[in-house]
């Protein structure tokens, strides 16, 4: 059983940066892609990043220029690096991993950002 957790989230206000860290209990080698996406009340869950094991990143239009995701295979730990953020980056972030046919999912971390 793989398990994700992940931390970082909080209370800040616009335009502030934060980091989120997921740590995997095994490789993340192992995985064929890693992502972040995020729940908003009253909304689906969406992707906000990816990162597949060939390096490919991918982004929501909404984060493209202010979100970075990034990778420590040494650490089984995938950030999702947060800039400029906006009210409407309000959500709980999950980190979610693909490793063979299987999806893995962190519980989530909470972002609240305050205008």
């Known amino acids: 059983q793989v398990q994700l957790l992940e931390s970082g989230g909080g209370l800040v206000q616009a335009g502030a940066s934060l980091r989120l860290s997921c740590v995997a209990s095994?490789?993340?080698?192992?995985?064929?892609?890693m992502g972040w996406y995020r729940q908003a009340p009253g909304k689906q869950r969406e992707l906000v990043a990816s990162?597949?094991?060939?390096?490919?990143?991918d982004y929501a239009d909404a984060v493209k220029g202010r979100f970075t995701i990034s990778r420590d295979n040494a650490k089984n730990t995938v950030y999702l690096e947060m800039n400029r953020l906006k009210p409407e980056d309000t959500a709980v972030y999950y980190c979610?991993?693909?490793?063979?046919?299987?999806?893995?999912w962190g519980q989530g971390t909470q972002v609240t950002v305050s205008s």
């Open positions: 990162i597949n094991s060939g390096g490919r990143i």
């Open positions: 095994r490789s993340i080698s192992s995985f064929n892609s």
């Open positions: 979610s991993g693909s490793r063979m046919t299987t999806w893995y």
